[in-house]
């Protein structure tokens, strides 16, 4: 609960602090004439709510129910929450126009010129989908795609879950571990057409983190603008840097605050990665209690971590999986599908519909779960074998 609670706490400081001291070239963070606003969170918290409710609500990720709950919260919130104003826009007027056409939804955000980073409000995936890294990378895809269409705004977002998964599963990885974990990550998992560049980058951030290069060089070398390409590196060396400071969470505070350019992308993600890494007791206290929508993420930290341990916990569902008889179809490849081992022969039943299935062969376990039951929830809400499923 601890890291749960520090993670999305950590975003929320993040872009509250952020979002009034985002600018273009400052390298020195400086807070006169921004107290007023400070505490205000904006779209990615708006958003990391509203996903994270879907999730819960509905037990999987669902492109319409997400879309759903995002309007809604922006069309409550139209007149608080302007710091993107074409995206509040558009996302709003989802509550009484939904798309037909997602693609051309995402399409239609990018041609009237928002550059908002959908990496900086995916954080209740990696929570939800705790210790499930294929199926969190299918579902951040998805979600990047609702508002975007480009492969680097997805791939950033993936890069982004997959570095708070880590620090979930070793809140006490080094920060060197950290980084070369993210970099073979980045080499074999994002898509092709935006891999090479992403792979450059964090090797430089490897390297200037092993050099201990001042954070100025790198931000220079990479830059800090709103393109998932210059912020989720910069995001990500901030936190792995923070790790060297008596207090890590407060070092990456200050040193996503002082990259200049897009501090609201940066802060929420450097944020949310140092508060899954140090937890909540880890944020000082003089940081803890000021902030606009608090207690609604104590909330959601809550229900996420109670979700995951029921799932993962010593009599869940998913623990059981380990027994299984088989070696093809694979164990990862059931619990991937919504699958778990009952403990008898080789029963299965299904996290989502409570199908039941048995005398399992060599095969794929997604596309014989759709065959047997296709008004599962999870079944219909894919249309195809999911890729998390095919690499098992």
């Known amino acids: 609960m601890d890291q749960f609670k520090g993670c999305l706490l950590g975003a929320l400081i993040g872009e509250c602090v952020g979002t009034p001291l985002k600018r273009p070239t400052s390298c020195h963070m400086n807070l006169a004439g921004v107290r007023s606003k ?11 709510h509203a996903y994270g409710r879907s999730l819960l609500d509905t037990g999987y990720f669902s492109m319409e129910n997400a879309a759903r709950e995002c309007s809604n919260a922006f069309y409550q919130n139209y007149t608080k929450r302007t710091a993107f104003g074409k995206l509040t826009e558009i996302i709003a007027s989802w509550k009484h126009s939904p798309p037909k056409d997602w693609t051309a939804a995402a399409q239609s955000v990018r041609n009237r010129g928002t550059e908002c980073n959908p990496a900086a409000w995916i954080t209740a995936f990696p929570l939800y989908f705790y210790n499930r890294t294929e199926q969190m990378s299918y579902s951040v895809d998805r979600v990047a795609r609702l508002t975007h269409s480009s492969n680097d705004a997805a791939a950033g977002a993936q890069l982004q879950a997959y570095a708070i998964s880590l620090v979930l599963k070793n809140k006490k990885m080094k920060e060197l571990e950290f980084l070369a974990a993210l970099v073979e990550y980045t080499s074999k998992s994002l898509p092709d057409s935006v891999r090479q560049e992403f792979y450059t980058r964090m090797m430089m951030v490897l390297d200037y983190a092993q050099r201990a290069e001042p954070k100025e060089k790198l931000f220079k ?54 508060g899954a890494w140090s937890g909540f007791s880890g944020i000082p206290d003089e940081m803890v209690g000021m902030w606009d929508g608090q207690e609604q993420i104590y909330a959601l930290a809550k229900e996420l971590y109670t979700y995951v341990s029921t799932l993962h916990g010593p009599d869940g569902p998913l623990s059981t999986i380990e027994n299984w008889p088989h070696l093809l179809p694979s164990a990862g490849a059931m619990a991937r599908t919504g699958l778990y081992y009952i403990g008898s022969k080789d029963t299965v039943k299904c996290h989502y519909c409570r199908f039941t299935m048995s005398n399992w062969t060599p095969g794929d376990p997604y596309s014989d779960h759709q065959r047997f039951n296709e008004n599962c929830i999870f079944v219909t809400n894919c249309t195809a074998t999911p890729a998390y499923v095919r690499a098992s």
């Open 221 to 274: 070398a990479i830059g800090v603008g709103t393109s998932p390409l210059d912020a989720v590196p910069v995001a990500i060396y901030c936190a792995a840097i923070g790790r060297r400071s008596g207090c890590p969470f407060e070092a990456t505070f200050h040193a996503a605050m002082s990259t200049g350019g897009c501090t609201d992308a940066i802060g929420t993600m450097a944020c949310a990665i140092a």
């Open 38 to 48: 400070i505490s205000t969170y904006w779209e990615k918290m708006l958003l990391t």
